[in-house]
């Protein structure tokens, strides 16, 4: 059964910058809540529609964007120094202001999409404690890899590098030479879903079925066909599963 829900716009000061983002809030006394983190170069509303979703469901949800995501994101951080350790900052932030909400009930979520997935996994890892469970759309488990095999050596890294339009800094590539985001995967006992599509040529499949197998409680949702950016069908079967798997954990 549907509810109306009330979208309130929010800031957040941290960490000598700001970031903006939505609430999205069932009309109902008690909710859950779930932290949707975009993937690179995106925006708090790429995923206003799934939390929208959500909250005519009874289900709280927020959205915001990274800071120094993208040449549009409209807190000043450069890109150039944006890290996913920085982007971890941000969501902690976003944690923090969401648990005190109103009606929360203190059943938290974290819903990542690409490099907002391995950002939420990182997150997890370090505060796995107050994390119900977790949902990751193709995450970008593949970052490590990625510049590793590219950048042989620290001395290779240029100041800067351009990628997919967004300038990086050279701190981007360092932060991800030692990165294992698999090592501690198993310490998150809390249940886990994963989405993933055959045809991902962006991040493939196997990264996922890897970390399927790292979380001690996960389940992986293959979808044949689908690539990194699911089609309507997808993203509407994406929504319907994960609308059932918080309601299941609550």
């Known amino acids: ?26 009309n109902t006394e008690r909710f859950p809540l779930v932290v949707f983190s975009h993937g690179f170069n995106g925006y708090k509303d790429h995923y206003g529609q799934t939390a ?12 915001f964007t990274f800071c120094g995501s ?14 996913l350790f920085s982007e971890c900052e ?14 929360f009930n203190g059943k938290l979520y974290l819903f990542g999409a690409s490099h907002g997935g391995t950002v939420s996994a990182m997150t997890a890892e370090r505060r796995g404690e107050e994390i119900t469970g977790m949902a990751l759309l193709y995450p970008a488990l593949c970052i490590p890899d990625n510049w590793n095999d590219r950048f042989k050596t620290e001395e290779e890294i240029p100041e800067s590098l351009e990628f997919l339009g967004v300038p990086l800094g050279k701190n981007y590539f360092i932060s991800c030479r030692k990165l294992d985001l698999y090592q501690k995967m198993g ?14 040529k962006m991040v493939p499949l196997r990264y ?23 089609s309507e069908k997808g993203m509407h079967d994406m929504e319907e ?4 798997f918080v309601k299941n954990n609550c």
């Open 1 to 26: 059964m549907s509810t109306s829900y009330t979208k309130k716009a929010f800031l957040i000061g941290h960490d000598e910058r700001v970031t903006y983002g939505d609430a999205y809030l069932p």
């Open 52 to 63: 929208a979703f959500l909250a005519e469901h009874g289900i709280a949800g927020v959205t």
């Open 70 to 83: 993208g040449k549009g994101e409209p807190s000043g951080f450069g890109t150039t120094n944006m890290t």
């Open 90 to 103: 941000d969501l902690s932030a976003v944690m923090d202001y969401a648990k005190k909400i109103s009606g």
């Open 187 to 200: 310490e998150f006992i809390k249940p886990v879903l994963l989405f993933h599509g055959t045809e991902d």
């Open 208 to 230: 996922s079925i890897r970390a399927k197998d790292a979380y001690p409680n996960a389940r992986l949702v293959v979808y044949e066909g689908e690539g990194h950016g699911f």
């Open 241 to 244: 599963r994960l609308l059932g």
